[in-house]
């Protein structure tokens, strides 16, 4: 089972799109908070713990959810999407608190660590250069996927996790990333 919780998780990060803290709408490139988070994140000598891997999976989705859905903000032309990017800052800001006290109450302690997947660079990259109608369908297209990555990687470790206050924060985030999930499906 844990074997499943790994893999769905390193299938999570690789297929999530996220990125690193920032205001200005995102250029991964200019930032050097996000790249040194990836150069954190690069594989080392011993490999993470299913529980340091599902916190660094579940903080990167929370960063490319924020910064996505900042994104919005300035580049979406529908009303709908605008609103539910607001939606999401606020929500996944929330699940980022959450998530750093879950890890903080592990023994030992645990910090995610919001590091960028390539994958995910890229489509902020890809947010980043549309705008209108276009910027409005690869946002729901990306939120979709997104959401569906992390719900993917809760109940993984929900089912099968080996820290409690990981496992009672990724049980308790299941219904409200399928609320997610659904609402980027009606965009």
Known sequence: MNRLAVTAIAAIALTTAACGKKDDGGDVAANPDIAAASDAAAPSAAPASPAQAFADTAAASDTFEVETSKLAATKASSAKVKSFAEQMVKAHTDSTAKLKAA???????????????????????????????????????????????????????????????????????????????????GL
């Open 103 to 185: 890890a903080a109450a592990a023994a030992p302690p645990i910090t995610p660590v919001p590091a960028l997947t390539a994958a995910q660079q890229a489509k902020l990259a890809e947010l980043t250069a549309k705008s209108g109608a276009d910027f409005d369908k690869a946002y729901a297209a990306a939120q979709i996927e997104a959401h569906q990555a992390t719900l993917d990687a809760l109940k993984g470790y929900s089912a099968s996790g080996e820290v409690a206050s990981l496992k009672a924060f990724a049980t308790e985030l299941v219904p409200i990333v399928t609320a997610h999930l659904n609402m980027a499906k």
